[in-house]
Protein backbone atom coordinates (compact mmCIF):
# COMPACT_ATOMS: atom_id res chain seq x y z
CA UNK A 1 0.00 0.00 0.00
CA UNK A 2 1.09 3.64 -0.80
CA UNK A 3 1.80 5.80 1.68
CA UNK A 4 1.59 9.87 1.92
CA UNK A 5 4.36 12.34 3.88
CA UNK A 6 3.63 15.63 4.35
CA UNK A 7 6.72 17.77 5.72
CA UNK A 8 5.06 20.22 8.04
CA UNK A 9 2.77 20.16 10.16
CA UNK A 10 1.94 23.78 10.65
CA UNK A 11 3.06 26.36 8.51
CA UNK A 12 3.08 30.19 9.54
CA UNK A 13 3.75 33.28 6.50
CA UNK A 14 2.88 36.77 6.31
CA UNK A 15 0.59 37.63 3.27
CA UNK A 16 2.55 38.27 0.02
CA UNK A 17 4.99 35.69 1.06
CA UNK A 18 5.71 32.47 -1.55
CA UNK A 19 4.35 29.18 0.04
CA UNK A 20 5.95 25.40 -0.74
CA UNK A 21 4.54 22.46 1.05
CA UNK A 22 6.15 18.89 0.71
CA UNK A 23 4.60 15.62 -0.11
CA UNK A 24 6.10 12.42 -0.47
CA UNK A 25 4.76 9.07 -1.58
CA UNK A 26 5.95 5.71 -1.48
CA UNK A 27 4.84 3.93 -4.58
CA UNK A 28 6.91 2.58 -7.56
CA UNK A 29 4.05 2.20 -10.16
CA UNK A 30 1.90 4.80 -11.87
CA UNK A 31 0.12 6.92 -9.37
CA UNK A 32 -2.51 9.75 -9.67
CA UNK A 33 -1.28 12.79 -7.22
CA UNK A 34 -4.01 15.29 -5.64
CA UNK A 35 -3.84 18.10 -3.36
CA UNK A 36 -6.91 19.01 -1.35
CA UNK A 37 -7.80 22.10 0.77
CA UNK A 38 -9.86 22.74 3.61
CA UNK A 39 -10.60 25.98 4.48
CA UNK A 40 -12.06 26.84 8.05
CA UNK A 41 -15.68 25.64 8.30
CA UNK A 42 -16.23 24.47 4.90
CA UNK A 43 -15.56 20.79 2.92
CA UNK A 44 -12.86 19.24 1.50
CA UNK A 45 -11.98 20.72 -1.90
CA UNK A 46 -10.24 19.59 -4.72
CA UNK A 47 -7.04 22.06 -5.54
CA UNK A 48 -5.26 20.68 -8.48
CA UNK A 49 -4.87 17.34 -9.80
CA UNK A 50 -2.04 15.00 -11.50
CA UNK A 51 -2.55 12.12 -14.08
CA UNK A 52 -0.70 12.24 -16.71
CA UNK A 53 1.29 14.46 -19.00
CA UNK A 54 3.09 17.62 -17.83
CA UNK A 55 4.51 17.66 -14.73
CA UNK A 56 3.64 21.10 -13.68
CA UNK A 57 0.22 21.20 -12.41
CA UNK A 58 -2.08 24.88 -12.17
CA UNK A 59 -4.72 24.34 -10.40
CA UNK A 60 -7.40 27.01 -8.42
CA UNK A 61 -6.50 30.14 -6.71
CA UNK A 62 -3.02 30.45 -8.21
CA UNK A 63 -1.65 26.82 -6.51
CA UNK A 64 0.83 25.13 -8.14
CA UNK A 65 2.12 21.79 -8.13
CA UNK A 66 5.03 20.23 -9.45
CA UNK A 67 5.00 15.85 -10.14
CA UNK A 68 8.65 15.11 -9.60
CA UNK A 69 8.73 11.21 -10.20
CA UNK A 70 12.50 10.77 -9.57
CA UNK A 71 11.69 12.03 -6.17
CA UNK A 72 8.36 10.47 -5.52
CA UNK A 73 6.98 14.08 -4.78
CA UNK A 74 4.43 16.53 -5.69
CA UNK A 75 4.39 19.87 -4.18
CA UNK A 76 2.56 22.20 -3.71
CA UNK A 77 3.51 26.11 -4.45
CA UNK A 78 1.74 29.64 -4.78
CA UNK A 79 3.67 32.87 -5.23
CA UNK A 80 2.22 34.77 -2.96
CA UNK A 81 -0.34 33.85 -0.36
CA UNK A 82 -3.39 35.79 0.86
CA UNK A 83 -5.02 35.65 3.88
CA UNK A 84 -7.66 33.72 2.89
CA UNK A 85 -5.16 31.25 2.04
CA UNK A 86 -5.39 29.76 5.34
CA UNK A 87 -6.74 26.21 5.62
CA UNK A 88 -5.71 22.91 5.92
CA UNK A 89 -3.83 21.28 3.44
CA UNK A 90 -3.97 17.15 2.14
CA UNK A 91 -1.94 15.62 -0.08
CA UNK A 92 -3.77 12.55 -1.60
CA UNK A 93 -2.51 9.42 -3.63
CA UNK A 94 -4.45 6.50 -5.48
CA UNK A 95 -2.31 4.36 -7.55
CA UNK A 96 -4.77 3.33 -10.23
CA UNK A 97 -7.54 2.10 -7.81
CA UNK A 98 -10.14 3.99 -6.23
CA UNK A 99 -8.91 4.40 -2.65
CA UNK A 100 -6.87 7.61 -2.11
CA UNK A 101 -4.46 7.60 0.68
CA UNK A 102 -3.99 11.00 2.17
CA UNK A 103 -1.19 12.36 4.00
CA UNK A 104 -1.44 14.47 7.29
CA UNK A 105 -2.05 17.57 6.12
CA UNK A 106 -0.68 20.63 6.52
CA UNK A 107 -2.09 23.95 8.62
CA UNK A 108 -1.32 26.82 6.94
CA UNK A 109 -1.82 29.92 8.83
CA UNK A 110 -1.34 33.66 6.87
CA UNK A 111 -1.23 36.40 9.02
CA UNK A 112 -2.39 39.73 7.22
CA UNK B 1 -26.85 20.20 -7.89
CA UNK B 2 -26.58 19.86 -4.53
CA UNK B 3 -22.83 18.74 -2.89
CA UNK B 4 -22.42 15.84 -0.60
CA UNK B 5 -24.86 15.77 1.87
CA UNK B 6 -23.96 14.41 5.83
CA UNK B 7 -25.73 13.91 8.99
CA UNK B 8 -25.81 14.53 11.99
CA UNK B 9 -23.40 17.19 11.38
CA UNK B 10 -22.37 16.24 15.22
CA UNK B 11 -22.73 13.18 17.40
CA UNK B 12 -22.10 12.47 20.95
CA UNK B 13 -22.54 8.76 22.67
CA UNK B 14 -22.03 7.10 25.14
CA UNK B 15 -19.59 3.99 25.29
CA UNK B 16 -21.16 1.19 23.95
CA UNK B 17 -23.96 2.54 22.69
CA UNK B 18 -24.51 1.57 18.26
CA UNK B 19 -24.23 4.61 15.95
CA UNK B 20 -25.44 5.21 12.37
CA UNK B 21 -24.22 7.79 10.62
CA UNK B 22 -25.88 8.59 7.03
CA UNK B 23 -24.58 10.03 3.36
CA UNK B 24 -25.92 11.58 0.44
CA UNK B 25 -24.10 11.61 -2.79
CA UNK B 26 -24.06 13.28 -5.31
CA UNK B 27 -26.85 12.29 -7.87
CA UNK B 28 -25.71 10.20 -10.18
CA UNK B 29 -22.69 9.49 -8.72
CA UNK B 30 -22.03 5.87 -8.54
CA UNK B 31 -18.87 5.22 -6.46
CA UNK B 32 -19.09 6.38 -3.04
CA UNK B 33 -16.70 6.38 -0.20
CA UNK B 34 -16.01 6.47 3.34
CA UNK B 35 -12.73 7.79 5.41
CA UNK B 36 -11.89 8.26 8.90
CA UNK B 37 -9.93 11.42 9.90
CA UNK B 38 -8.53 11.37 13.49
CA UNK B 39 -7.79 13.89 15.69
CA UNK B 40 -3.41 14.99 14.02
CA UNK B 41 -4.18 11.81 11.53
CA UNK B 42 -4.75 12.51 7.98
CA UNK B 43 -7.81 10.71 6.61
CA UNK B 44 -8.42 6.84 6.59
CA UNK B 45 -10.02 5.33 4.23
CA UNK B 46 -12.56 2.36 5.20
CA UNK B 47 -14.93 1.49 2.98
CA UNK B 48 -15.89 1.64 -0.93
CA UNK B 49 -19.03 1.19 -2.90
CA UNK B 50 -19.38 0.63 -6.79
CA UNK B 51 -22.56 0.27 -8.50
CA UNK B 52 -23.96 -3.06 -7.62
CA UNK B 53 -20.73 -4.50 -7.05
CA UNK B 54 -19.33 -5.91 -3.55
CA UNK B 55 -18.45 -3.14 -1.45
CA UNK B 56 -14.14 -2.78 -0.83
CA UNK B 57 -14.67 -3.07 3.40
CA UNK B 58 -10.29 -3.79 3.39
CA UNK B 59 -10.37 -0.64 5.24
CA UNK B 60 -13.29 -1.18 8.18
CA UNK B 61 -10.90 -1.25 11.40
CA UNK B 62 -13.03 -3.76 13.37
CA UNK B 63 -15.99 -6.38 13.05
CA UNK B 64 -17.99 -3.13 14.75
CA UNK B 65 -17.69 -1.21 11.54
CA UNK B 66 -20.45 -2.18 8.95
CA UNK B 67 -22.17 -0.19 5.78
CA UNK B 68 -24.97 -0.31 3.26
CA UNK B 69 -25.61 1.26 0.09
CA UNK B 70 -29.47 1.43 -0.64
CA UNK B 71 -30.55 1.24 -3.69
CA UNK B 72 -27.20 2.75 -5.60
CA UNK B 73 -27.71 6.20 -3.68
CA UNK B 74 -27.67 6.56 0.50
CA UNK B 75 -25.31 4.95 2.33
CA UNK B 76 -25.70 4.51 5.95
CA UNK B 77 -22.62 3.63 8.06
CA UNK B 78 -23.13 1.71 11.14
CA UNK B 79 -20.97 1.54 14.32
CA UNK B 80 -22.08 -0.91 16.96
CA UNK B 81 -20.98 -1.13 20.80
CA UNK B 82 -18.87 2.69 19.99
CA UNK B 83 -15.61 2.73 22.21
CA UNK B 84 -13.52 6.23 22.93
CA UNK B 85 -11.01 5.72 19.87
CA UNK B 86 -14.09 5.90 17.78
CA UNK B 87 -14.05 9.42 18.10
CA UNK B 88 -13.28 11.20 14.82
CA UNK B 89 -14.67 13.05 11.79
CA UNK B 90 -16.12 10.34 9.26
CA UNK B 91 -16.31 11.77 6.01
CA UNK B 92 -18.60 10.85 3.04
CA UNK B 93 -17.22 11.14 -0.44
CA UNK B 94 -18.98 10.52 -4.22
CA UNK B 95 -17.89 10.35 -7.64
CA UNK B 96 -19.01 9.66 -11.04
CA UNK B 97 -17.19 6.19 -11.41
CA UNK B 98 -13.55 6.02 -9.95
CA UNK B 99 -9.63 6.23 -10.16
CA UNK B 100 -9.25 8.78 -12.64
CA UNK B 101 -12.59 11.07 -11.21
CA UNK B 102 -12.31 13.37 -8.74
CA UNK B 103 -13.82 12.45 -4.96
CA UNK B 104 -16.36 15.18 -3.70
CA UNK B 105 -16.33 15.36 -0.11
CA UNK B 106 -19.58 16.09 2.13
CA UNK B 107 -19.02 17.91 5.27
CA UNK B 108 -18.19 15.31 7.60
CA UNK B 109 -20.09 13.84 11.13
CA UNK B 110 -17.79 14.72 13.97
CA UNK B 111 -18.74 11.59 16.22
CA UNK B 112 -17.74 11.99 20.23
CA UNK B 113 -17.45 8.97 22.13
CA UNK B 114 -17.53 9.77 25.56
Known amino acids: AQSVSQHNHHVILSEAASLELGCNYS??????LFWYVQYPGQHLQLLLKYFSGDPLVKGIKGFEAEFIKSKFSFNLRKPSVQWSDTAEYFC??????????FGAGTTVTVRA | GAGVSQSPSNKVTEKGKDVELRCDPISGHTALYWYRQSLGQGLEFLIYFQGNSAPDKSGLPSDRFSAERTGGSVSTLTIQRTQQEDSAVYLC????????????FGPGTRLTVL
Open chain 1, 27 to 32: YGGTVN
Open chain 2, 93 to 104: ASSFGHNYNEQF
Open chain 1, 92 to 101: AVNANDYKLS
